[in-house]
């Protein structure tokens, strides 16, 4: 059979992508390595606007239905100051979710099939295939099969993660990159008290605690890249002495039951690649990745297959070139993402500025300027438009006057 497009990787970036193209009317292959259900490391959260993604594609439903519970407050804890705060709505959806991935990247590979996509799992891409400096398919084979088979189709989109062999198969560019700063570590507890979705930011850690699907809480620890090898030889230890460090949160799970053994990983690369070029594009992680501190990864994962989805079904379908549609995504997506890119840095350093502690006093029992911080963490705000000189002068002014006033 011949394809349209071949996506090589189908968890959230790739399945999502093929689902749109599909949906379109294209003929798509998809392809992963895994078989679904699976698990796969996460930061699990599913930010409001793409949650608001999700419904307009009609799968929040079916998150809602597998029992995953919505997480509409936050309590943001400085350390010096504490305050609890709503998300902004978007698009009609005021929650974020933090599905497991067994749940969610099941239900989208669902989709991309119920939309009439192929998908093929545990098939291994082994091979790139070029024809005149394009690559214009795949090579690969099926679980343990004797043989390979070849795919052919005039676009490879590679959503097959931060380590993608398409962008090293094909050289993708990096244009920036930042050395690795944190590593992550979380694990699922049974029994935590949690009134809303929480959040901890420490010197040397940030500690989020969410809800999640089987009314399990999932707790996550970042630190720094330089205690990994320390923490590891007992890393229960480790993140518990880290939950101690905020507020009671420690003797919560602590009084908790652990369901499954903790998941740890230091590979969290920081770095934005081109992403496209002769018959290729890639999507999600593939084409940019982010350190988990700001859980943006399944956020702009489902972000990037909607813009690249546009952009090759223009491509196409001949309203304008295929190139020119694809380097209007990057645009598209590099607008987006860089802002939130530059933030994450900026929290993976894991060293709270005078400043930051300034703002968040500020903010407090302001519920409208505490919503518009939580919507920029979120994705709702744009990071350049919340976190700027302007703004924060202007709420440290606004605090400097109640402080008269009272």
Same mark, same amino acid.
């Given at each position: 059979?011949a ?7 189908a ?10 193209l ?11 390595? $895994? ?63 933090s ?8 239900v ?22 070029r024809?005149?400096g ?10 343990? /099969? ?8 005039p ?28 590593? /992550? ?16 930011h420490?010197?040397?850690?940030v500690?989020a605690a ?27 230890a ?29 590979d969290?690369?920081?770095a934005?690649? $081109? $992403? ?11 084409? /940019? ?8 990864g ?10 690249? $989805?546009?952009a ?12 020119? /549609? ?12 860089l ?68």
């Amino acid at each position: 059979m011949a394809y349209d497009v071949i996506v090589v990787g189908a968890r959230v970036a790739g399945a999502a992508t093929a689902m749109l193209l599909a949906r379109a009317g294209l003929r798509v292959l998809a392809v992963d390595r $895994a078989g679904f259900p699976s698990d796969t490391v996460s930061s699990h959260q599913v930010h409001v606007p793409a949650v608001a993604r999700l419904a307009r594609w009609g799968l929040l439903d079916r998150l809602v239905a597998a029992g995953t519970p919505p997480t509409r407050e936050v309590c943001f804890d400085a350390g010096t100051v504490a305050f609890t705060g709503r998300f902004p709505a978007h698009d009609g959806v005021d929650a974020l979710y933090s599905p497991r991935r067994t749940l969610l990247d099941a239900v989208l590979v669902d989709a991309a099939r119920a939309a009439g996509a192929e998908v093929r799992e545990r098939f291994r891409v082994e091979e790139l295939v070029r024809s005149d400096g394009a690559v214009v398919g795949i090579r690969g084979r099926c679980g343990v /099969a004797a043989t390979s088979v070849t795919e052919r189709a005039p676009l490879v989109i590679g959503a097959d993660g931060k380590r993608s062999f398409v962008a090293a198969s094909v050289g993708a560019r990096v244009r920036r990159s930042a050395p690795v700063r944190t590593f /992550a570590s979380y694990g699922y507890w049974s029994g935590v008290p949690l009134a809303a979705g929480e959040m901890y930011h420490r010197p040397g850690r940030v500690v989020a605690a969410f809800p999640t699907n089987d009314d399990l809480t999932m707790v996550y620890v970042a630190a720094p890249l330089a205690e990994f090898e320390a923490a590891r030889r007992d890393l229960a230890a480790h993140h518990l002495r880290s939950l101690d460090r905020c507020g009671d949160l420690g003797s919560r799970v602590r009084g908790a039951v652990r369901v499954e053994r903790l998941r740890t990983t230091p590979d969290q690369p920081n770095a934005v690649r $081109a $992403a496209h070029g002769p018959g290729w594009a890639l999507a999600g992680d593939a084409g /940019a990745v982010l350190d988990s501190v700001t859980a943006q990864g399944i956020s702009h994962a489902l972000a990037d297959a909607e813009s690249l $989805a546009a952009a090759v079904v223009a491509g196409l379908g001949g309203t304008v070139s295929l190139a020119v /549609a694809l380097a209007g995504h990057e645009r598209e997506r590099d607008r987006r993402l860089l802002p939130m890119y530059d933030l994450t840095l900026r929290l993976a350093e894991l060293r709270p500025r005078r400043t930051d502690h300034a703002l968040f006093a500020a903010l407090a029992d302001r519920p409208a300027e505490i919503e518009r911080f939580l919507g920029a963490l979120a994705g709702v705000v744009p990071a350049d438009q919340f976190f700027t000189p302007r703004v924060v002068l202007r709420l440290l002014a606004a605090a400097g006057l109640d402080r008269l006033r009272g």
